[in-house]
């Protein structure tokens, strides 16, 4: 069995036990981290669910089949937008994420992460305050431009989590941090999904704008504390004790090249093997991610014909799956490396299992849809397999180089956005004429061929050795 990647790079590291573990100052930091991926996803899949309210299905159904007229139809939402163009809708925050994505991976090298991501995040949840009113007074062009400029102001969040997770994180804690701070993702899902379905159930202002008010007051909330109260760096940081700031020095940068050049060897990262095995794996995780993501509320609301009360908290089940399952399977990519099984195996072991074990699910779940348990089951069992990609790809870009990895995250999370942003739109064209369970099965069939391509080609070229 393969013991090393890198020499030194996969010993085993010795930890700071002196220090308590809550009262170190990373652990404060990957809290707040946390906190702000479950925002971002919070205002990212709330429209999925507020969509299912906005919207008058019957109307739509009926303009679909050319079988009744607009007048003869009960009203069930506001807005007649056919599936395409909810398509369209729930992409339009992509197009906004993905253009500050690796702008952002350039200038976290200079000027830092944390002001990007805090300030970021701000304008994203200022501005959902302003979906109401866009959509009601200036239609759906009105709410993608808002929807875009949310994604502008939420696209630093990843490659500024990353750099500083490089910063803050000891390699032996990595896939636990990572983990925690990337099922944040998950975390903010369970959360939004349910509540979105009771705010537009019981909410103000006629149930759905309720949604985006709450949590972009919570959201603002955390953009302020996190701009008052976290540290770029250990280095600078007022609150870190000492001990804690040498360990984390000494644990990430001992063995990392010293030379500081100040050219980003492009060239290197563009030619590297490992690192387009992590970018394939991205884009078709993303793919198959946005798909649930956006469309698993319209898929419970027409096919399984669950109320949209409960069609949030049952959407949100699969979440709460992948953030539980992404616990449990960082800590045993943790335990592996511990143990001296090399980073390469452990991150391909595990980004496995987070993407084949999902396509499965997918293929199965189509033909299943006469019984709503099975159906929940097997998106259940399904997205807490893709609990293991946190320990797979997704924290991959720090064990090449953690001088780099808010930048290398960048280049693959733009890449894997503008993958994924085709998700809700290809759904919406598959199923625009006839939201048939035939249907829905091309979409999910699509979904699993994705993963499967994007897990082998990762089995096919990561590496966990340190490149630059």
Known sequence: ?????????????????????YFRSRFFVTIMLFLGMANAYVMRTNMSV?????VNHTAIRGEDAGNETKSNCRRDGEFNWSYKLQG???????????????????????YGAK???????????????????????????ALCVVRFIQGLGEGPIVPCTHAML?????????????????????????????????LATYGF????????????????????CFICFVAESPSVSKSITDAERKHIAETIWSNHPDQESGKTPFRGIFTSLPFWGILIAHCGHNYGYETLMTELPTYMAM????????????????????????????????????????????RKVMNSIGQYGPAVTLLAVGYFNTSLLITVILFTIGMGCNGAIYSGFKINHLDLSPRYAGLLIAITNCSANLVGV???????????????????????????????????????????????
């Open 205 to 224: 202002d006629g149930g759905w704008p309720s949604i985006f008010y709450v949590f972009g007051a919570v959201s603002t909330i955390w953009s302020v």
């Open 88 to 110: 369209y809708i729930l992409a339009s925050f992509f197009y906004g994420y993905v253009l500050t994505q690796i702008p952002f991976g350039f200038l976290i090298k200079t």
């Open 303 to 346: 096919v399984m014909s669950v109320e949209l009360k409960a069609n949030g908290i049952l959407s949100a089940l699969p979440y709460l799956a992948m953030w539980l399952m992404a616990m449990l399977f960082a800590f045993i990519a943790d335990l592996l490396i511990r143990k001296d099984v090399s980073i390469t195996i452990t």
């Open 50 to 54: 507020a969509i299912v309210a906005m």
């Open 115 to 141: 002001h990007f991501l805090g300030w970021g995040m701000m304008i994203n949840s200022i501005v959902a305050f302003f979906v109401p009113l866009s959509a009601r007074n200036g239609g759906y062009i």
């Open 422 to 468: 085709t998700a809700p739109m290809i759904a919406g064209h598959v199923i625009n004429s006839d939201p048939s369970i035939a249907n829905w099965r091309i979409v999910f069939l699509i979904a699993s061929v994705v993963y499967i391509v994007s897990g082998t080609c990762y089995n096919l070229f990561a590496s966990g050795k340190l490149r630059w």
């Open 166 to 198: 490089a910063q803050w994180i000891p390699p032996d804690e990595r896939s636990r941090s990572g983990a925690a701070v990337y099922a944040g993702a998950q975390f903010g899902t369970i959360v939004s999904m349910p509540l979105s379905g009771l």
């Open 1 to 21: 069995m393969e013991k090393t990647d890198g020499g030194d790079r996969e010993t085993k590291y010795k930890r700071d036990s002196q220090i308590p573990a």
